[in-house]
């Protein structure tokens, strides 16, 4: 997943560095003969579960500025878990961004038959339903207005900015639509299924068993 992400950034032509944050040496290194820049392992306190994303970015945006005597204008962040975004998709996210106001543009898909108007939660004993949308249940699904899931394919934010408020969400953060086949975050198994159907469907493979 990661050689795919490098290799979309790399192809887009449009970074000057493409930068891999990790601290695993193993992963380092497979980056490294991918073509990207891994000059050095995350520190502890960023490499957990709990740390946010945006915040392990932000650490190596400094330290690759420490380091290289390089100021960044921009900082693209692309979640290896979503490998079947493209350099297309890059482009035109860049592009996007270039031709806004915005100091920040969060990736986002349309939800589909997965419908969150309708979504429950189930009491631990009871399993009792308890909507979260009760209105919503009365209503057809084409009655409802439209909802977007944001997904970790495409983040794009400017560099200062970025320090200054250390969250992609930042003030009047701006979305970038895309199709929900390029932006499968990977989290699960099924997620994982999800995705190879999606590049499947996308370069007209068979699907993987």
Same mark, same amino acid.
């Not at 790399?10 to 493409?18: C, H, L, M």
């Not at 419908?115 to 009792?128: G, V």
């Given at each position: 997943?990661?050689?795919w992400t490098i290799e979309a950034a790399?192809?887009?032509?449009?970074?000057? @560095?493409?930068l891999v944050s990790t601290d695993s040496e193993e992963i380092a290194n497979l980056s490294r003969r991918f073509g990207a820049s891994a000059p050095f392992l995350r520190d502890a306190k @960023?490499?957990? @579960?709990?740390t946010p994303v945006s915040e392990a970015t932000i650490n190596a945006l400094i330290n690759m500025e420490n380091k290289s005597n390089v100021k960044y204008d921009m900082v693209v962040q692309l979640m290896p878990n979503c490998p079947c975004r493209t350099k297309k998709n890059i482009i035109s996210s860049y592009d996007i961004f270039m031709a806004s106001s915005s100091k920040f543009q969060i990736s986002a898909f349309q939800f589909g038959f997965m419908?969150?108007?309708?979504?429950?939660?189930?009491? @631990?004993?009871?399993?009792?339903?308890k909507p979260l949308f009760p209105d919503a249940l009365k209503k057809r699904s084409q009655d409802l207005s439209k909802l977007y899931c944001p997904t970790g394919a495409i983040w794009i934010a400017d560099a200062e900015q970025l320090k200054i408020q250390k969250t992609f969400y930042g003030e009047n953060y701006s979305i970038c639509l895309m199709d929900w086949m390029h932006a499968v975050d990977i989290d699960d198994y099924e997620d994982l299924?999800?995705?190879?159907?999606?590049?499947?469907?996308e370069n007209k493979v068979q699907i993987f068993n």
């Open positions: 997943m990661i050689a790399r192809e887009s032509k449009i970074f000057y @560095d493409v @960023d490499a957990d @579960d709990i419908n969150p108007w309708w979504a429950m939660e189930l009491e @631990d004993e009871t399993m009792r339903p299924k999800m995705a190879q159907l999606a590049f499947a469907l």
